[in-house]
């Protein structure tokens, strides 16, 4: 089955301390894999993605994610968290089933919160 | 470029009532999406589109129809509202399929 665990629902870290937000996927195939941000009321905003190539991508505001076939993961990180960091992050994968790979699933989000 | 814009922000309908949300984007992109978002369930996706005057349904499509005349334009029309159906509405859209998704501010929906 395709799909993406995202396992926690809350992280909270300290301003300055590395964060990391965690997720898992299953789907056949070469995965399509990006990582979203939400502030508070707010639409979703496209932080980063991995296709191909190197498996530690860089992305926007400082974040980055590992690729990890093995262990078919695909976690954010930051090495200094900001308060302005705190949000709603969700993973996503592209469905690679025919017929549906024009679609992303999606994980359920985990809100991160930093503390000053 | 305004990017993808939705309106309106916020709308209270009542039982049985019609409506339709109003999506844009001027970024000339090919693939548009409407999701929904409840409390704790992630991101719905109820239809989308790979151009002008193709659409597909998504995972939850029931309750609601869609049309694509334009390429910038993608409104999703609720035609009879049930509280099931409050929720906030995001649009989207992307240059292909693979490509990053452009999401609107979203519409917030109360039904009553």
């Known amino acids: 089955a395709q799909s993406v665990a995202q396992p926690e629902d809350q992280v909270n870290v300290a301003e300055g301390n590395p964060l990391t937000v965690k997720c898992t996927y299953s789907v056949s195939g070469n995965p399509y894999l990006f990582w979203y941000v939400q502030y508070p009321n707010r639409g979703l905003q496209f932080l980063l993605k991995y296709i191909t190539g190197d498996n530690l991508v860089k992305g926007s505001y400082g974040f980055e994610a590992e690729f990890n076939k093995s262990q078919t993961s695909f976690h954010l990180k930051k090495p200094s968290a900001l308060v302005s960091d705190s949000a709603l992050y969700f993973c996503a994968v592209r469905d690679m089933r025919a017929g549906n790979n024009r679609k992303l699933i999606w994980g359920l989000g985990t809100s991160l919160g930093v503390n000053p | 470029n305004a990017g993808v814009t939705q309106t309106p922000k916020f709308r209270i309908l009542k039982i049985g009532q019609s409506m339709t949300l109003q999506c844009t984007q001027d970024?000339?992109?090919?693939?548009m999406y409407w999701y929904r978002q409840d409390p704790g369930m992630g991101l719905k996706l109820i239809y989308y589109?790979?151009?002008?005057?193709?659409?597909d349904k998504g995972e939850v499509p029931n309750g609601y129809n869609v049309s694509r005349s334009t390429t910038e334009d993608f409104p999703l029309r609720l035609e009879l509202a049930a509280p099931s159906q409050t929720s906030v509405y995001f649009c989207?859209?992307?240059?292909?399929?693979?490509?990053?998704?452009?999401f609107g501010p979203g519409t917030r929906l109360l039904v009553l």
């Open positions: 989207a859209s992307s240059l292909a399929d693979q490509e990053t998704q452009y």
């Open positions: 589109s790979v151009g002008a005057g193709i659409t």
């Open positions: 970024m000339n992109h090919n693939y």
